[in-house]
C-alpha cells in the first residue's frame, strides 16, 4: 500500500478489510544502493503501519525481503542480505517475503536460498514470487529448491500462480496464493481453479502497485464466489480464514478475528 492513497485505506475498510500484510516488493525502479532499501524497509514498518491504523483503522502488518528483481544487483545484495534479521525482530513483521524468481538467474537463486534458511531458522512464514517469464519452469525450480532444502513447506506460500502453475505448487504441501492482478490472473480464472482444486490451502490476494491494480480485489472476487452460488463458509476459508492460518505461525502476527 505504500504506493497508494490514505483512501484506498478507507476503501478498503468499507469493503470489510481490517487488516492487511504487505510484502516488501519491486518499487517500479531498480535500487542501486543498499541504503534506498532500507529507507524502503523503514517506511512500511513505521509510517505505512501508523498511516493504515491513522486513516482507516486497520491492522497493518509487513514481511521483508530482498525480491528477486534486484537479487540480480550482487555486491548490494549481500549488503541487504546481512541487515534482514535486524528487520525481522521489528513489531509488524510477520514474515520474509517476498523472495524468489524474476528471471530465474544464479544471483537470484542464491537470495532465494539464503533468505529461505533465514526464514527456516526463525521459524517465519515465507512469500515466494514465482517469475514472470517461463513462470511454469520457474515454479518448478522454486519447488526443486524447497525440496532440496528440506525447509517446512506449511511455512511457505507460493504466490502469483495461475492455471499454468498450480499443478507444479500442488505437488508440495506448500500454500498456494494467487494474486489477482492485471497480468497474473483474473478473478474468474481463479475462482474456476478453486472450483477444480478445492479451497484447500488456498489464498487469494491482491496487488497495489502502480501500474494498474485493485486493492479491492479480492472482496471483489468474494462477492463474485458469492454471486455463482459458493457456499459462504468455502468463501470465507479462501479470503479470511487460509490467510489467517498461514500468518497466525508468526509470533508478531497479533490480530485478533
Same mark, same amino acid.
Given at each position: 500500500? #505504500? ?100 528471471? #530465474?538467474?544464479?544471483?537470484?537463486? !542464491? ?63 506448500? !500454500? ?12 474468474? #480464472? ?19 502497485? !502502480? ?47
Amino acid at each position: 500500500m #505504500v504506493s497508494r492513497a490514505a483512501d484506498d485505506y478507507k476503501r478498503a475498510r468499507r469493503a470489510g478489510i481490517e487488516c492487511c500484510i504487505e510484502p516488501a516488493f519491486w518499487s517500479g525502479q531498480d535500487k542501486h544502493h543498499a541504503g534506498a532499501f532500507f529507507d524502503y524497509f523503514e517506511q512500511i514498518i513505521d509510517h505505512e503501519t501508523d498511516r493504515a491504523e491513522r486513516t482507516a483503522n486497520v491492522d497493518h502488518y509487513v514481511t521483508i525481503g530482498l525480491e528477486p528483481k534486484e537479487a540480480n544487483y550482487r555486491d548490494m545484495a549481500e549488503e541487504v542480505l546481512e541487515r534482514i534479521p535486524e528487520y525481522l525482530d521489528r513489531d509488524p513483521v510477520v514474515g520474509v517475503g517476498e523472495i524468489g524468481f524474476d528471471q #530465474v538467474t544464479d544471483d537470484e537463486e !542464491w537470495a532465494l536460498r539464503e533468505q529461505l534458511a533465514i526464514a527456516e531458522d526463525r521459524d517465519l512464514p515465507v512469500i515466494v514470487h514465482t517469475p514472470h517469464t517461463d513462470k511454469p519452469a520457474g515454479t518448478e525450480r522454486i519447488v526443486e529448491i524447497i525440496e532440496e532444502m528440506g525447509v517446512t513447506q506449511d511455512r511457505i506460500i507460493i504466490d502469483h500462480n495461475t492455471e499454468n502453475t498450480i499443478d507444479i505448487s500442488a505437488r508440495t504441501d506448500c !500454500w498456494i496464493g494467487f494474486t489477482l492482478y492485471p497480468g497474473k490472473i483474473e478473478a474468474s #480464472v481463479a475462482i474456476d481453479l478453486l472450483e477444480e482444486y478445492g479451497t484447500d490451502n488456498m489464498i487469494f490476494n491482491s496487488a497495489a502497485d !502502480w501500474d494498474p491494480s485493485d486493492p479491492l480485489a479480492v472482496p471483489k472476487a468474494r462477492d463474485e464466489m458469492i454471486d455463482r452460488g459458493w457456499d459462504r463458509e468455502e468463501v470465507r476459508k479462501v479470503v479470511f480464514e487460509n490467510p489467517y492460518e498461514f500468518f497466525e505461525q508468526s509470533p508478531n502476527f497479533e490480530y485478533e478475528a
